[in-house]
């Protein structure tokens, strides 16, 4: 079993090591969602496909993908999870996801109504491990003590 955990490049813009753009993640509904920034698209597209090539080479070296687990935190976990739903490549293929404090980040409607995602194979089933702790604002209601 072999596993990939690999790190976001350094963002100018964001000044900080990004996947995509962020966008702020809240559990309320927006009041003015019209002035919402739309999630950043290319981004997640670049990021599935440079997410393959670590996986290329370990597939180039004898591993089978479904060998290979893919993973991650925050944005790391969603290229990863990405990747394995979605990927032309590996969708379903890998072994697995793990990972911490991520999420997918457009609703399936969304990502079934993309060119890019309905170019990709057929949805199968993926294996995942998704951890996130109890002092998220977002979901510390939610979790029983």
Request: glycine share 8%; net charge negative.
């Given at each position: 079993?072999?596993?990939?955990?690999?790190?976001?490049?350094?963002?100018?813009?964001?000044?900080?090591?990004?996947?995509y753009?962020?966008?702020?993640?809240?559990?309320?509904?927006?009041?003015r969602?019209?002035?919402?920034?739309?999630?950043?698209?290319?981004?997640?597209?670049?990021s599935?496909?440079?997410?393959?090539?670590?996986?290329?080479?370990?597939?180039?070296?004898?591993?089978?993908?479904?060998?290979?687990?893919?993973?991650?935190?925050?944005?790391?976990?969603?290229?990863?999870?990405?990747?394995?739903?979605?990927?032309?490549?590996?969708?379903?293929?890998v072994?697995?996801?793990?990972?911490?404090?991520?999420?997918?980040?457009?609703?399936?409607?969304?990502?079934?109504?993309?060119e890019?995602?309905?170019?990709?194979?057929?949805?199968?089933?993926?294996a995942?491990?998704?951890?996130?702790?109890?002092?998220?604002?977002?979901?510390?209601?939610?979790?029983?003590?």
């Amino acid at each position: 079993m072999q596993r990939i955990f690999p790190n976001a490049l350094d963002n100018r813009d964001a000044m900080q090591r990004t996947w995509y753009k962020p966008t702020p993640l809240s559990p309320f509904p927006s009041q003015r969602p019209e002035l919402d920034d739309p999630e950043d698209e290319d981004g997640l597209k670049q990021s599935v496909a440079y997410m393959e090539t670590p996986i290329d080479d370990l597939v180039a070296n004898g591993f089978p993908p479904n060998r290979i687990v893919i993973g991650g935190y925050s944005q790391d976990c969603v290229v990863s999870l990405l990747t394995g739903l979605i990927s032309n490549k590996y969708a379903g293929e890998v072994a697995g996801v793990a990972g911490l404090l991520g999420c997918i980040p457009l609703p399936r409607s969304d990502l079934e109504a993309k060119e890019w995602v309905r170019a990709s194979r057929e949805y199968r089933p993926l294996a995942c491990i998704l951890g996130q702790g109890q002092q998220r604002y977002a979901c510390a209601e939610d979790i029983p003590e």
